[in-house]
């Protein structure tokens, strides 16, 4: 069996890669366990000093990586190396922080001394996607491994490049041999590892069908499990916002990343007062995104990641259109080379549309119309995803109150959502559970140990 990567681009074949037999697999586990009482017992200082030194080279190696990464899934080339500076600040963030949040916590009982100490749980395995193919592994693995955990990668099998130079990053950084490791495997042999007892814990980023899976077979082993996962998150249009503020940020929301992010803004819930006007300014400006070579600077429009992903996403908006669904813009495959999809907006989607339930992983914009803030947050909640969304108004105790309605991990007043190493990130309901990044995230795995002493 193999791994291809293939430029998205163009179709372009760049690399064929083998993958691991179970015994290549074993020996590579095993040396991970091996390593782990050694790394669990280095001190945090200099797992912390080896972390800034993962950033530098992230920095230094910042233009081939994002290279790397645009030839491989489509990312355009700036937002590639945006991703790499990303990467390397939350290196630097946990290497700075770490320490502080793994200290012993003091508490009052009726011992002479008791406290709480946070120590690694493991080796545990990240299943992690292609949409950005260093920055959801970063999150993840720069707490796991200053809290002293060894960390496996699974891959995305269409970033196997990507894959490998992030085992090469922290390789050159310092980090001992098999503290990092990417798996070469198919998706048919992680289940297998998720119940290796060499393996104490998983993490995944990627598709509610592929969070079932996981949860459901950490739970046989008894094994903690953090799942961030799919989300249709709702861009609230309130009538005193400001449109000309909103409608710019409305299409970076949507359209970076050609629209494949989980806490893009999919649902563009606008209330009727100002529906028809947010709706024809925000075609004019979607009309500007056209297709290119994602290594130009000046391209707006990146290719899809695969051929077979575009061709779903079509799917999903001819049977919204079946529905009732109106077409504003695109709406169909691009005729340029590639897996490109037109710059879209769907109007009047309503319950029973397919792209009203569904998540859109594209560059297809919905607008549901809703009649007042509240009919707009009861839509919002409607969905069975959780992860972000984000309201704009001019009012921002308006946009606060309505934001603490939401059910949903992380809300944004008058700011597209984004992840941050300071704030917790994560979902609720069919979004997930567990939280990645700031204090939260490093404490996701580690035992927090009582000790009681008299």
């Known amino acids: ?9 163009t179709g372009e074949t760049l690399s064929i890669f083998d993958t691991w037999d179970e015994v290549h697999l074993s020996g590579v586990l095993q040396s991970c366990a091996e390593i782990r009482p050694q790394w669990s017992a280095t001190p945090i200082q200099e797992r912390c000093d080896l972390m800034r030194n993962a950033a530098r080279v992230l920095r ?16 355009r080339i700036a937002d590639a190396r945006a991703e790499v500076g990303k990467c390397a600040d939350v290196c630097e963030y946990y290497a700075e922080m770490g320490p502080d949040f793994l200290a012993d916590e003091l508490i009052e009982s009726d011992a002479s001394r008791s406290l709480v100490a946070y120590q690694p749980m493991g080796v545990v395995l990240a299943v992690m996607p292609w949409n950005f193919p260093l920055w959801q592994v970063f999150r993840f693995a720069a707490p796991s491994l200053v809290a002293g955990n060894v960390g496996l990668l699974k891959h995305a099998s269409n970033v ?15 980090f001992p041999e098999n503290v990092f490791r990417s798996l070469m495997i198919p998706a048919s042999m992680v289940a297998g ?11 995944l980023t990627g598709s509610e069908p592929a969070g079932v899976s996981v949860a459901s077979q950490a739970g046989k082993s008894l094994k903690k499990s953090v799942l961030e996962l799919g989300g249709s998150d709702a861009f609230i249009v309130l009538e005193d916002a400001d449109l000309e503020h909103t409608i710019k940020q409305a299409v970076s929301s949507r359209f970076l990343n050609t629209g494949q992010s989980c806490i893009a803004a999919k649902r563009f819930i606008v ?27 000046n391209t707006r429009l990146a290719p899809m990641a ?18 009732g669904a109106v077409a504003v813009i695109g709406c169909a495959p691009e005729s340029h080379p590639g897996a490109y999809y037109q710059a879209s907006i769907l109007d009047h989607v309503k319950p029973g549309i397919s792209a009203y339930d569904e998540e859109l992983f594209g560059p297809v914009a919905i607008v549901i119309r809703a009649k007042d803030e509240a009919d707009a947050i009861q839509i919002a909640n409607s969905s069975r995803f959780g992860l972000g969304g984000s309201v704009w108004t001019q009012d921002s105790e308006r946009g ?11 809300a944004f007043v008058n700011g597209m959502v984004k992840s941050d190493p300071r704030l917790p990130f994560g979902g609720v309901k069919a979004s997930g559970y567990g939280r990645e990044l700031s204090r939260h995230g490093i404490r996701e795995f580690v035992n927090a140990k009582t000790i009681w002493i008299r």
Do not use: W
Request: charged content about 35%; some cysteine.
């Open 1 to 9: 069996m193999t791994m291809r990567s293939i430029n998205p681009a």
């Open 60 to 75: 230094q190696r910042r233009d081939e990586l994002a290279t790397t990464i645009t030839r491989e899934m489509g990312k």
């Open 160 to 174: 196997p490049q990507c894959a490998l130079a992030i085992e090469d990053v922290f390789r050159e950084a310092g």
């Open 193 to 203: 590892v998720i119940g290796d007892n060499r393996v104490h814990a998983v993490t």
């Open 271 to 297: 209330v009727e007062k100002v529906a028809e006007e947010f709706v024809e300014r925000f075609r004019n400006a979607v009309a500007e995104l056209k297709p290119g070579d994602p290594m130009d600077e």
């Open 306 to 323: 695969r051929h077979d992903l575009r061709d779903e996403l079509h799917k999903q908006v001819l049977t919204s259109l079946q529905a």
């Open 400 to 410: 606060e109150r309505v934001a603490r309605q939401l059910e949903c991990g992380c």
